[in-house]
């Protein structure tokens, strides 16, 4: 069974960190572009960040730029999404999604994790 799985979720403070994980089994994703998004209750999915194969080139949602980092690591099948100077607006649940490229260059997710909730709030 192919999985993939969040975690690292939690209740935070305004100005605060979390970092969130996001662990593959069933297969390697190594090859796959790996995204973040985030969806609250009443709000379209949002993108986040992505990161390449290799983890040579990353991607940022203007939003989050400069505050979230993603990272990856094949070996161990996991991709990460450090949060930092966390804002109540981050609030929400994030998942993690593997892509392929398709023959006209386009990304399409075709695996999601459950997701995992931020709460940032005092």
């Known amino acids: 069974q192919v999985r993939m799985v969040e975690s690292g979720g939690g209740l935070v403070q305004p100005g605060g960190s979390l970092r969130l994980s996001c662990a593959a089994s069933?297969?390697?994703?190594?090859?796959?572009?790996m995204s973040w998004f985030r969806q609250t209750p009443g709000k379209e999915r949002e993108f986040v960040a992505s990161?390449?194969?290799?983890?040579?080139?990353?991607t940022y949602a203007d939003s989050v730029k400069g505050r979230f980092t993603i990272a990856r690591d094949n070996a161990k099948d996991t991709v990460s999404l450090q949060l930092n100077s966390l804002k109540p607006e981050d609030t929400a649940v994030y998942y993690c999604?593997?892509?392929?490229?398709?023959?006209?260059?386009?990304?399409?997710?075709?695996?999601w994790g459950r997701g995992t909730q931020v709460t940032v709030s005092s």
């Open positions: 999604a593997a892509a392929f490229i398709d023959r006209f260059g386009a990304r399409n997710y075709d695996y």
């Open positions: 069933g297969r390697t994703f190594s090859s796959r572009v």
């Open positions: 990161i390449s194969g290799s983890g040579g080139v990353t």
